[in-house]
């Protein structure tokens, strides 16, 4: 009886362990790494304040969810090359991704793909002054991976994500968060 007691209760804990904790989400986080390769200014942008990433999503199944982030970049500037040429430039991200989930005991792998809209503003500074100041936006693709440790409800995570935006030669992040999930 007593090892029959004993394999119910660890039957039990593997399958609470290996449970996704599904519903809507919440989270944020921040970047521990990001790249802003501007094209013409190669990789010279230097970005000043770490790019935070805030997090909305829903996971109805244990291998499927969509997510929507919000990411800033924050101002990034352009080491000068010459005495008079300064840019400052400021990026955000609005985008969706169907994610895909290998749920394992404790931790999910996951793999996500979408669209990014992004908006961008430059401003030059030139020996003759401040230059009118330059806004674009566009809607591109987008990708990424990650991993996720669950505490329950409590989701720690590490994701990269690459941004395929047409007037950049490279724009991606690695960013380290947190999610809730309620509901």
Request: aromatic share 10%; proline share 4%.
């Amino acid at each position: 009886m007593r090892k029959l007691a004993a394999f119910a209760a660890l039957a039990l804990a593997g399958t609470c362990a290996s449970a996704a904790d599904n519903g809507i989400y919440l989270g944020a986080g921040v970047s521990a790494n990001a790249t802003l390769d501007g094209g013409q200014f190669q990789s010279d942008l230097d970005i000043k304040n770490s790019p935070y990433k805030l997090i909305l999503g829903i996971r109805p199944l244990d291998h499927f969810g969509v997510e929507v982030n919000y990411v800033d970049f924050g101002t990034a500037k352009l080491s000068p090359a010459l005495p008079d040429l300064g840019v400052s430039a400021k990026a955000k991200f609005y985008d969706v991704f169907a994610v895909g989930y290998l749920p394992l005991p404790l931790v999910d792998l996951y793999a996500k793909a979408g669209l990014v809209r992004w908006d961008t503003d430059v401003q030059l500074t030139t020996i003759a002054g401040l230059l009118p100041r330059v806004s674009d936006s566009g809607t591109d693709f987008a990708y990424g991976a990650g991993a996720q440790v669950r505490f329950g409800s409590l989701a720690a995570r590490l994701e990269y994500e690459r941004f395929d935006v047409s007037n950049a030669d490279r724009i991606d992040i690695v960013s380290v968060g947190v999610t809730w999930t309620f509901l």
